[in-house]
Every structure is written in C-alpha cells, then in structure tokens.
C-alpha cells in the first residue's frame, strides 16, 4: 500500500472507490465478519441448535417457508458474508 509507511492515508483502487471501502476500517469489518463466523463460539453452536430445531419443524409441518427460514438464521450465513465481502473488496483475507 503506497503511503501507509509515512503516516499518509492509503490509496484506495479503483474498486475500493467504486465500492466505497475504506481502507481504514477493513480491519474492523474484518474483525465483526469473523466473529461472526467463528465455529468456537457458544452463539454460533445456539444458532445451530435453534436453526436445526426450526428447520425439522418446518420438515414436520411440511412448510417450505419455515425451512427457508430456518436457513436464514443459521449462523452459516457468516463465513458466506465473509467470502461475498472477500470476492467484492477484491481481498482474499477473510477468506481464509
């Protein structure tokens, strides 16, 4: 990153305009993805368990809407963010 050793703001690319990244706080969005997105957690095994319990009622109730549903609040949805905010950034990061 040109002038990130001289105490200046680092240039943004092209995307990260077009985007409207700030270079500033994709340390910081980083870190909120992958809270989001870390298996070690008690909030992450939660919504497992809440997500795998909706999704069998919706399978008992045969209701295609209730396990959509169930899909949407898994916690599942972080590591997808992470990779969509990895491919649209164009940094390769919190892909890993």
Known sequence: MAGSHDGTTPKKTR???WLRIDPEQKPKIY???YDTAN???LNYWLGIIFS???AALGL???SPAVIIGAMLIS???GPIMATGLALAA???LPCR
């Open 60 to 62: 008992v109730l045969n």
């Open 75 to 77: 916690p599942l949805m």
């Open 90 to 92: 164009g940094d390769l």
């Open 39 to 41: 298996v070690l957690s």
């Open 52 to 54: 795998a319990g909706i």
């Open 15 to 17: 995307l990260q305009l």
């Open 31 to 33: 870190a909120q993805i």
